[in-house]
């Protein structure tokens, strides 16, 4: 059956993002919401950089998105300040992953247009030019330092983007330690706050956590409220397919138990 699937052209890979927009779907549909008591921070990645695949929205999703929820009454904060005191049910916030260029050519505008506080997590190797990606695809330092400056708090989100499951503890201390270190050598501060990669639980270990702290972090970032890892901060995730439909449910809580599973 494998096989023929290959032969057709169908492998894993083609069909994930098919049946995570069902997933999302049939979850918006048919899943739970959930009372709220405290604030939720959003996950976005790219804006308008649909080589990012699932985790890319278009710049008029992102708006509207952001505009739909100060309808109906919801209100942005600093990540930090969720972290901080918990926030209130309608206390929103937002961050982006990865680091990429859109974040600063097409999220930044919009946000500075709304006015809303944002957060950033930049892979540290990446904005220091070491990948694979087209020229121009990752934010660079002097990127950064116009984030900065323009308001927006950042965070590392490790230094290679392993996962961290699969690496071992040296590995482990040059992605958390060593990413603080680019950072305050290319920038003047080392970040106290770090997003895992990929942010599944199951990426996440015992390990992880203790060396994180050792590395100077003192708050984690991850993905569901439900199944987060021990220590960390709930984050929801926002993908492709959210329109309003899964965008509404995601702000109701019924996605609250959700992992991208990629
Ligand atoms: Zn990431």
């Not at 230094?159 to 950072?183: K, W, Y």
């Amino acid at each position: 059956m494998k096989r023929a699937l290959k032969l057709a052209g169908i492998t894993r890979a083609s069909i994930a993002p098919v049946r995570m927009c069902c997933e999302r779907n049939v979850i918006a549909a048919l899943g739970q919401a959930r009372k709220r008591y405290i604030g939720r921070i959003l996950c976005y990645h790219t804006v308008g950089q649909s080589e990012w695949g699932v985790n890319d929205v278009t710049p008029s999703q992102f708006r509207r998105q952001l505009e739909r929820a100060l309808d109906a009454g919801f209100n942005f904060v600093p990540a930090s300040e969720i972290v901080r005191t918990g926030g209130g049910p309608k206390d929103l916030a937002i961050t982006f992953d990865d680091g990429l260029k859109s974040v600063l050519t097409n999220a930044a505008p919009i946000l500075k247009d709304l006015a809303l506080p944002w957060m950033f997590f930049p892979v540290s190797e990446w904005s220091d030019g070491r990948h694979t990606m087209p020229d121009d695809f990752v934010l660079s330092w002097r990127d950064i330092e116009t984030l900065l400056a323009a308001g927006a708090e950042m965070g590392s989100h490790s230094a290679t983007h392993p996962q961290f499951n699969c690496i071992g503890a040296s590995q482990m201390v040059d992605e958390l330690a060593g990413s603080r270190e680019l950072f305050a050598n290319r920038l003047g501060f080392a970040p106290e706050t770090f997003a895992i990669p990929f942010g599944q639980s199951g990426n996440w270990t015992e390990d992880a956590r203790k060396l994180a702290r050792d590395a100077g972090y003192l708050t984690i970032y991850a993905q569901a409220e439900e199944t987060r890892p021990t220590d960390t901060v709930a984050r929801t995730f926002v993908t492709k397919y959210d329109g309003d439909f899964i965008f509404d449910a995601l702000l109701k809580g019924k996605f609250d138990s959700w992992e991208e599973w990629f």
